[in-house]
């Protein structure tokens, strides 16, 4: 399982490697200035021969001395390299200090104002400011960094960003832009003010280079890192985490097929262990909609079929079941009108898992829905759910009515829209669009809500984030090597509803919901990039098998 880090978390980590006598701070920032500059020789190869030119640009902090050790391995290497500070040097750290007295031996320090004059830099890195930084960058700054790239020529400058694109805060993955209200004035007196304030304080990255464990915010980012993964450099921190540390869904790149089994915990999937009968398996419950709203519903319970549960069952309105039955052949089939009909139907308890939301409608009836869906004397029994859309919507005038009916067993699944009508607060505290760092990222707002709500929430978009009322987190982020464009497209969400219905609907030993909803995330996005181009909803069930059989179900 791979583990991310908050900037705090990763300050603590350093503190603690020191204190255990690890390491000294000089020694990790040796190690970390060797672990960029073999990263930038792995990924640009060619760099390794002629002279290349290279302009590091060091902040006043520990990001900067990271810098200085740069430059100087790279000056060893027989590069050009031209080192430019930005600060208060009589202010830096002393282990910073000291390596830029080290690079002061090689070769100048310039100002900012001459970074790249008179080259043309093979490469840039960014060494100003890292995690550290929760306030726009200086203009100057921006400036010096983007009059390099422009430098060189018609060769491109590769660009390599040290922990994290400087003006990316790294809890969040939000870059911090000046205050717009606060810079109306000037806009107004001068034609270029938005791109030279605003755009130009993003400081783009081809290749970002972090140390002992990626950072929350490198998953949160979307897709502002760029296609490129973060290489992750290990400087002999050890293995220790903080109890809070969030789980990335996905293994390494190169796991193998049993690492990635055991990650997905496929001993509690519905195709392993038990009997062969269909009830074994599990039985789910997908409501639906009235006429003409059922294709959600219908896609819901493809996906918890596909997925392995033995049975679905789709329970629509009388109006709706001549349409529905039009369409269906292993799916079945049961005429469920409203709350009284969907509480006699609950009384099979061979049926473990029910999804409610997608094309049904949004209203008092559905309200009811939930509320028998939910219904039972003891938390821990309650029968497992997932709610979403509709569902979750129709509380959006008294959210407090929902919470006050979910249970530990149940899954919440909203989209940011549908996040924001059930926890507004928590939805304004985690823009993005901001000046200074969100008091909540999204990873954070997630916790909270799952907190709030008593249950597990899976906040969905590019980064999905799974939170767990005990403060368990996890980011399903489809994006560098797992990039799936793909799944922006109508209907994606319900199929997720359906594979996570699907797997809660198994009984087999372990049993961990969280798990389940994470290996549901994690197969959701393997579907889109099996398919490719082109996917629409019906094509996400339908490329289930494969996926599954990729890990030896």
Not at 72 to 87: A, I, S
Not at 133 to 160: K, Q
Not at 390 to 398: E, G, M, N, V, Y
Not at 482 to 508: C, H, K, N, Q, S
């Amino acid at each position: 399982m791979t583990t991310l880090m908050t900037a705090a978390e990763m300050r603590a980590a350093e503190r603690a490697a020191s204190d255990r006598g690890d390491a000294t701070g000089l020694e990790l920032m040796e190690r970390a200035g060797q672990g960029v500059v073999n990263a930038i020789l792995s990924a640009w190869p060619e760099l390794a021969e002629g002279v290349p030119h290279a302009v590091v640009l060091c902040g006043p902090g520990n990001n900067g001395g990271d810098g200085f050790v740069v430059a100087r391995l790279l000056k060893e290497r027989g590069w050009e390299v031209e080192v430019c500070f930005f600060g208060d040097a009589d202010r830096q750290p002393p282990d910073a200090r000291k390596n830029a007295t080290r690079w002061s031996a090689q070769g100048p320090i310039g100002s900012l104002s001459q970074a790249g004059e008179g080259m043309r830099p093979a490469l840039l890195v960014d060494a100003l400011f890292g995690i550290g930084l929760s306030r726009p960058i200086p203009l100057e700054c921006a400036e010096a960094f983007h009059a390099v790239r422009e430098r060189s020529g018609a060769e491109p400058c590769r660009v390599v960003a040290i922990d994290v694109p400087s003006g990316m805060d790294a809890d969040s993955g939000a870059w911090l832009h000046p205050d717009l209200p606060d810079l109306l004035d000037e806009a107004l007196d001068t034609p270029d003010f938005f791109w030279r304030e605003i755009a130009s304080r993003t400081l783009p990255c081809d290749l970002c280079v972090t140390f002992h464990r990626g950072k929350v915010g490198h998953w949160l980012a979307g897709d502002d890192l760029g296609p490129r993964r973060p290489v992750i450099v290990d400087i002999g921190l050890g293995d220790r985490d903080g109890p809070e540390t969030v789980r990335l869904v996905a293994p390494a790149p190169d796991a193998p097929v049993e690492e990635l089994r055991d990650w997905l915990q496929v001993a509690a999937f519905p195709h392993v262990g038990g009997g062969q009968h269909k009830y074994d398996r599990g039985h789910v419950l997908v409501l639906g909609g009235g006429p003409g709203h059922g294709g959600a519903g219908r896609l819901a319970a493809r996906a918890a079929l596909r997925i392995g549960a033995g049975l679905v069952t789709l329970g629509v309105p009388a109006k709706a079941m001549a349409e529905n039955a039009a369409q269906l052949t292993s799916i079945m089939l049961r005429e469920i009108g409203d709350a009284n009909a969907l509480r006699k139907v609950l009384e099979d308890d061979r049926l473990r898992a029910v999804c409610l939301g997608p094309g049904l409608g949004i209203g008092a009836g559905t309200r009811k829905l939930v509320a028998a869906a939910l219904a039972g004397p003891d938390d821990d029994e309650r029968r497992r759910a997932v709610l979403d859309a509709d569902a979750l919507t129709s509380f959006a005038d008294d959210p407090d009515a929902l919470f006050a009916l979910l249970h530990p067993n149940a899954v919440l699944t909203p989209h940011e829209g549908e996040f924001a009508r059930l926890f507004p607060d928590l939805s304004e505290t985690a823009r993005r669009d901001t000046s200074a760092a969100p008091s909540l990222s999204k990873v954070e707002a997630a916790r909270t809500a799952a907190r709030r709500a008593g249950c597990t929430v899976l906040l969905k978009g590019q980064a999905t984030v799974i939170a767990s009322p005990d403060g368990t987190a996890s980011i399903s982020a489809a994006m560098y090597d797992r990039a799936a464009p793909w799944l922006g497209t109508a209907g994606a969400g319900d199929v997720l509803a359906g594979m996570i219905a699907g797997l809660l609907g198994a009984e087999a030993a372990p049993y961990q919901l969280h798990r389940m909803v994470e290996a549901a995330a994690y197969l959701h996005v393997e579907c889109a990039r099996a398919f490719g181009p082109g996917l629409i909803s019906e094509d996400l069930p339908e490329a289930l098998p494969g996926v599954l059989r990729r890990i030896g179900l």
